[in-house]
């Protein structure tokens, strides 16, 4: 394997909880090959309906969103996503 | 003649737990009509050759030379848009005003307006990408004020027109700006497709960003914010609410059907993208809001927030 040909794809689930077999709710998918052109509102169905789905297709998890404490007196304040699981393949690009 | 159709207490309660009330084909078409002549696009817009629409992506140019009225921020809404112009004529259908007046009342003041165009394929020749998701303007932690977007399509949109994409019922979640735009898609998120004349009242801190207009035609959306300058507080039509909308039911152990319609239900139907926890406080923050537009704060939905809110006190913890 040339490390030179090698391109990441990059795809990032947000989960119904933090267990990574739970539901998809939000996606992203980042393709480093070029090849493909995802962008925001592309697909209304998820790419996986879990995140071990993805896994059992070959994406390899790199980074879970951790669980915080919640601080006293936000305990009820709501933001951004809360369960959030990068994944990625690396591609060789021949 | 009917000035103004209030909205109902269901319809209030749907925008608390959805963030929009959606008016489809509301403006009459010699309005839609209007709006494309003072904009001066009516013809434009029908000749998608590339020069035509090239020309009509200079959108400060044509927002210049276009019959639409420049309004300092801050303005009363009613006497800023003179009845008569285009402008002035969409916000005095009767709809469309009885849902600004419900939602920040007869006196709320113009914030900005704008005309957002989207080109054509033959502009941008499939190099267009679509809009990030985005909360308008920036962080917005108020608890009890909001501002609405009116958000009025002119034209038919179609699917490939690319119109506003928004996911229902993100509006009460406090985030920054385009910090969210790493979410390209989200499961319940609407493609607005509609005809002509419809308008959408949005919550300003709804989850939202344009498509990809694939189509021959120039896109249009004006988009009008407006602020409050009186508390909101049953500024809508609540004839009727009845003693059913303010008592509890039994929760989880039910023996009978629930009726879909009510507010409790209203306020307490789940969303594609909720999480399972924060799905709950999604609850809590809707029986909040819901608290403040009836400005009752003993009201609850299936003892959401009571709960949270039981700690008996001793007689010695009083003294």
Same mark, same amino acid.
């Given at each position: ?8 794809k990059v795809m990032v689930l ?7 077999? =739970?539901?998809v709710?939000a996606w992203a998918v980042y393709d480093?090959?070029?090849t493909t052109h995802p962008m925001p509102g592309d697909s209304d169905e998820p790419p996986y ?10 994406? $390899? ?18 933001? *951004? ?14 | ?20 009330? @959606? ?16 904009? #001066? ?8 050759? %590339? ?30 848009? =003179? ?10 259908? %009767? ?29 941008h020749?499939g190099r267009q990408r679509s809009q990030g998701l ?25 699917a490939e027109m690319g119109g506003t994409r928004f996911v229902?019922?993100? #509006? ?6 385009? =910090?969210?735009a790493r979410y390209q898609n989200v499961a319940g998120q609407v493609h ?10 949005? #919550?300003?801190?709804?989850?939202h960003g344009g498509g990809v207009n694939r189509?021959?035609? @120039? ?11 009186? %508390?909101?507080? $049953? ?24 009726? %879909? #319609? ?40 299936? *003892?959401?927030? @009571? ?13």
């Amino acid at each position: 394997m040339d490390p030179d040909r090698q391109r990441q794809k990059v795809m990032v689930l947000y989960l119904a909880n933090s267990s990574l077999d =739970a539901r998809v709710n939000a996606w992203a998918v980042y393709d480093g090959t070029g090849t493909t052109h995802p962008m925001p509102g592309d697909s209304d169905e998820p790419p996986y309906s879990n995140g071990l789905a993805a896994l059992q297709d070959g994406w $390899r998890l790199i980074q879970a969103s951790p669980l915080v404490n919640h601080v006293s007196g936000d305990e009820f304040r709501t933001g *951004y996503l809360k369960y959030e699981f990068f994944f990625e393949k690396v591609i060789n690009c021949d | 003649m009917i000035e103004a159709v209030k909205l109902s207490s269901p319809q209030i309660a749907h925008f608390a737990a959805n963030g929009f009330v @959606t008016f489809p084909g509301v403006v009459p078409h010699d309005v839609n009509q209007q709006f494309l002549n003072e904009l #001066h696009v009516q013809d434009r817009q029908e000749d998608s050759s %590339p020069e035509n629409l090239e020309r009509l992506s200079r959108v400060g140019e044509l927002l210049a030379k276009s019959d639409l009225q420049a309004v300092p921020a801050g303005a009363p809404l009613f006497e800023a848009l =003179a009845e008569g112009t285009a402008l002035g004529n969409i916000i005095r259908v %009767p709809e469309v005003r009885g849902a600004i007046e419900s939602l920040v009342g007869s006196e709320c003041v113009l914030d900005h307006h704008f005309v957002h165009v989207l080109n054509g394929l033959p502009v941008h020749r499939g190099r267009q990408r679509s809009q990030g998701l985005h909360q308008d303007s920036t962080i917005d932690p108020r608890e009890r004020a909001f501002d609405i977007q009116m958000f009025y399509f002119p034209h038919e949109v179609t699917a490939e027109m690319g119109g506003t994409r928004f996911v229902p019922g993100t #509006h009460l979640r406090i985030v920054s700006e385009s =910090a969210v735009a790493r979410y390209q898609n989200v499961a319940g998120q609407v493609h607005i497709q509609c005809p002509a004349g419809t308008v959408f009242m949005m #919550h300003h801190g709804i989850w939202h960003g344009g498509g990809v207009n694939r189509s021959n035609m @120039t896109r249009f959306l004006y988009k009008l914010r407006l602020n409050p300058t009186e %508390p909101q507080v $049953r500024l809508w039509d609540t004839s009727d609410l009845t003693e059913d909308d303010f008592r509890q039911r039994p929760i989880f152990f039910v023996k009978k059907g629930r009726d %879909p #319609h009510s507010i409790a239900s209203i306020l307490t139907r789940g969303l594609p993208w909720f999480e399972n926890d924060t799905g709950r406080i999604e609850f809590i923050q809707r029986i909040k809001f819901w608290r403040n537009l009836l400005g009752d704060q003993s009201f609850d939905a299936d *003892y959401w927030v @009571t709960r949270l809110e039981c700690e008996p006190q001793s007689d010695e913890s009083q003294r």
